[in-house]
């Protein structure tokens, strides 16, 4: 009878840790199929409402940069790379919103390299499309200044400077025109050209 409650503890124990372990992987996934998406997804960041900080940058074409350039306007910063695939699968996205945009004046998107070989860039762009300034930081002072953890990365910026919003992950054209209507009450503010 001794023999039988000593075999019988290590099915228990076994049992004990498999019903354990069952749960555990039972809330991983649960909280994975309720977890928003990452794509387009805004988040909380220390910069919102607040001046965005200074970004004077050297373009990939080699010109000098101030984002002072673009005030009156609305503008997205774009932190991204050419070995980033949701980076990838936004771009069409940035490109559409650009154009529109840039037609009307009222808003540009500005990318800031986050880790990658200009030359890469400068290819990626030449396939891909975006006439927009794509700013070289070689030493991380930019990502830094904004927070960025990793790509892609983006901010809201108002005309008068204030970062109004941050998204995390790939972004859509519709998610930021929604963002935009929210931030100008439905009235984006158009620049005289």
């Known amino acids: 009878m001794a023999t039988d409650l000593i075999d019988e503890a290590p099915r228990r124990a076994a049992l004990w840790i498999s019903l354990t372990l069952g749960a555990v992987v039972l809330a991983l996934v649960a909280v994975l199929a309720i977890s928003p998406s990452a794509t387009s997804r805004t988040t909380d960041s220390p910069l919102i ?3 965005v900080p200074t970004v004077e940058a050297t373009t990939i074409d080699g010109e000098a940069f101030d984002l002072a350039t673009l005030g009156g306007r609305w503008v997205l910063v774009n932190f991204f790379a050419t070995w980033c695939i949701p980076c990838r699968e936004e771009h069409p996205e940035l490109v559409s919103f650009d154009e529109r945009h840039q037609a009307v004046g009222d808003a540009r ?4 390299v986050f880790d990658d070989d200009v030359d890469a860039i400068r290819q990626f762009r030449r396939e891909e499309g ?7 930081d ?6 830094v200044a904004f927070g960025v953890a990793r790509v892609p990365e983006s901010f809201l910026i108002a005309p008068d400077g204030t970062v109004v919003t941050k998204l995390v992950g790939g972004v859509r054209d519709a998610d930021l025109e929604r963002l935009l209507i929210e931030a100008t009450g439905g009235k984006p503010n ?3 050209q």
Do not use: F, N, S, Y
Not at 130 to 136: D, F, N, Q, S, Y
């Open 190 to 192: 158009v620049q005289d």
């Open 130 to 136: 975006g006439t927009w300034p794509m700013l070289e």
């Open 49 to 51: 409402g607040k001046q």
């Open 138 to 143: 070689p030493e991380g002072r930019l990502a």
């Open 109 to 112: 998107v500005v990318g800031v």
